[in-house]
């Protein structure tokens, strides 16, 4: 049991180039999200997918988009990379779903470390 | 809108002395707050969650948190440091909603000095 795994674990992207952060969990979770991390600032949600086949805005949606490819993997692109998207990008999933919502926890992965010159 | 904030960006204590991290909340419903803790290089794995079922909350590694509404506030104590507690901890309350999002804080970074 993996958990959540993330790929790559550290990227270097020059100015207007693309890529996309894989991510994938294997608790059958139905809710995935993206979060980015920067100094001070906490985690801030970029993008989230309640269940397979939903995508929804989080509070930093500018410059990415997402897919849920099926319930097991959620991925996170960046069309055009910017310097101020070098961040630390960690996704998260939890079991959300059938009932009361709010205290479930959420499982992070290892993250992906950005670097945009 | 629910929103945290963590008082002190950094705190530093003895080893073998008392941890006490500060969180305060705002909530239009009823919280659900979580306590998360980041060692170097990783990511994020859950500390301590309250749900409403009981205001002490007993975690992992010794930690507990104590849910005051008067005070609107969600401190995580542990009474005695330990070097391996050097890390990062962050206080996070559910969005209120159905879907699981959290609203998380800026973060105490956690100095444990021999």
């Known amino acids: 049991n993996a958990g959540v795994t993330q790929t790559p674990k550290f990227q270097v992207l020059k100015t207007g180039q693309s890529m996309t952060l894989q991510c994938a969990q294997d608790?059958?979770?139905?809710?995935m999200y993206w979060y980015r991390q920067d100094p001070g600032m906490g985690l801030r949600l970029i993008y989230y997918s309640a269940s397979e086949g939903t995508t929804d805005k989080g509070e930093v949606p500018n410059g990415y988009n997402v897919s849920r490819l099926n319930k097991r993997e959620f991925s996170l692109r960046l069309e055009s990379a910017a310097p101020s998207q070098t961040s630390v990008y960690f996704c998260?999933?939890?079991?959300?779903?059938?009932?009361?919502?709010?205290?479930?926890?959420?499982?992070f992965g290892p993250g992906t470390r950005l670097l945009v010159l | 809108a629910q929103s945290v904030t963590q008082l002190g960006s950094h705190v530093s204590v003895s080893e073998g002395a008392l941890v006490l991290l500060r969180c305060n909340y705002s909530?239009?419903?009823?919280?659900?707050l979580f306590w998360y803790v980041q060692y170097p290089n990783q990511g994020l794995q859950l500390l301590l969650k309250y749900t409403s079922a009981a205001t002490l909350v007993k975690g992992i590694n010794g930690f507990e948190a104590e849910f005051k509404k008067s005070e609107t506030s969600f401190h995580l104590t542990k009474p005695s440091a330990h070097m391996s507690d050097a890390a990062e901890y962050f206080c996070a309350v559910s969005d209120g909603g159905n879907t699981g999002k959290l609203i998380f804080g800026q973060g105490t970074t956690l100095q444990v000095k021999p």
């Open positions: 909530s239009s419903v009823p919280p659900y």
């Open positions: 998260a999933s939890s079991e959300v779903g059938g009932g009361p919502v709010g205290w479930e926890t959420q499982y």
């Open positions: 608790m059958n979770h139905n809710s």
